[in-house]
């Protein structure tokens, strides 16, 4: 299957100003791949942050959303992005859509994405989002995403944008051979980025992207004990 990038509203001269610099940061920061970096260069991130934040939207950080939850920084997006190896009509599982940031980005690649977050409200704003921005190949879903989509698996690819205390099996069974789940792992505290792998019908492997910071990933799969 394939799809065509998806079209976006403009912005302000400033936000245009102000997401071109965040490129060149991400630039220098070693992101190197053009195409991702030409998709954070479309996708406007002040539609994606609470309205007081908006001067902030480009700013390299983790911003807050509601439920207690937060907005990736983009240089944890673009990184995830690049390690997922996104093509046209790559079938993509976020699991955690929370603003909706990062499945806007996987969808200006081209990506067929399927995206779900355990609170109703995020995942309600993030699909008016969607609909404001245009953007047709997102499906959304409430539910536990520590177990995956398996009525939509396999999956080209799979990114986890919440810390997890073991890579969750569901979710690498729900690759395709030669697909890869990006997660983070570790205590709530830190977490180490992976990549996996799937190389066979029972056969992965996994290399490690360095040391970030998410938000818990709660759910049969995830931390269970866990109120946000
Ligand atoms: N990708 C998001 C974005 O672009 O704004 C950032 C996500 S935020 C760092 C992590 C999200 O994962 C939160 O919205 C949280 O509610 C969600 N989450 C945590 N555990 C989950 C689970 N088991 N299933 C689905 N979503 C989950």
């Known amino acids: 299957m394939s799809s065509q990038p998806q079209p976006f509203t403009p912005s302000s001269t400033l936000f245009v100003q102000r997401r071109s610099h965040l490129v060149q940061v991400l630039r220098e920061r070693g992101i190197a791949d053009e195409a991702v970096l030409a998709a954070i260069g479309v996708v406007p ?12 939207a480009y700013d390299d950080t983790a911003l807050p959303i509601d439920e207690l939850q937060t907005i990736s920084q983009p240089f944890t997006v673009a990184t995830m992005t690049s390690a997922v190896g996104v093509r046209s009509g790559s079938k993509i599982l ?13 969808a200006a690649l081209g990506a067929i994405v399927y995206t779900i977050e355990r609170h109703a409200l995020l995942s309600h704003q993030a699909r008016e989002r969607f609909r404001r921005l245009g953007l047709q190949n ?10 995956g989509w398996a009525a939509q698996a396999p999956f080209d690819g799979i990114l986890v944008t919440a810390g997890a205390p073991d890579v969750p099996e569901a979710l690498a069974r729900q690759l395709s051979i030669g697909g890869r789940l990006i997660v983070p792992v570790g205590d709530r505290v830190g977490q180490t980025l992976y990549s996996v792998t799937r190389t066979g019908d029972e056969t992965w492997s996994a290399q490690d992207l360095g040391p970030f910071k998410f938000v818990p990933l709660i759910g049969a799969e995830g931390w269970q004990d866990g109120v946000r």
Do not use: C, K, W
């Not at 991130?45 to 902030?56: K, S, W």
């Not at 997102?138 to 177990?147: A, Q």
């Open 94 to 106: 976020e699991i955690g859509t929370g603003s909706g940031y990062q499945a806007a980005v996987l």
């Open 138 to 147: 997102i499906h959304t879903r409430v539910s536990d995403g520590s177990i």
């Open 45 to 56: 991130r002040e539609a994606f942050v609470p309205d007081v934040l908006a001067a902030n």
